[in-house]
């Protein structure tokens, strides 16, 4: 019984290490959140960004957002054209 209960007491301390270690990634520190542990706070570059870093995901985001505003149209010609059948159907 009590080697077991070595063997609990360790595995538990082991993963609370991992996990506390394991909070941020390289190169990133926990900000923000509040009480014990930080909860709830966010993992924040700690080096700052170049602008060729600032652009690069300046240019994803538009990019995405394109994408986002092509599906969205092409959506909505699709419903439109099902209204359009559906009302043909209705008319005969």
């Known amino acids: 019984m009590k080697?077991?209960?070595?063997l609990i007491a360790a595995g538990?301390?082991?993963m609370l290490s991992a996990t506390a270690f394991a909070a941020c990634?390289?190169?990133t520190a926990l900000a923000g959140g509040s009480g014990?542990?930080?909860k709830g706070g966010k993992c924040?570059?700690?080096?700052?960004m170049t602008k060729?870093?600032?652009?690069t995901q300046h240019n994803k985001m538009v990019k995405q957002d394109a994408m986002k505003t092509d599906h969205m149209a092409?959506?909505?010609t699709k419903h439109a054209?099902?209204?359009?059948t559906h009302a043909a159907k209705a008319k005969t």
């Open 12 to 14: 538990l301390l082991t």
């Open 25 to 27: 990634p390289a190169g």
């Open 52 to 55: 060729q870093e600032k652009m």
């Open 3 to 6: 080697k077991i209960s070595t």
């Open 74 to 76: 092409a959506k909505s």
């Open 36 to 38: 014990p542990d930080h």
């Open 44 to 48: 924040v570059t700690t080096t700052p």
């Open 81 to 84: 054209e099902a209204a359009k």
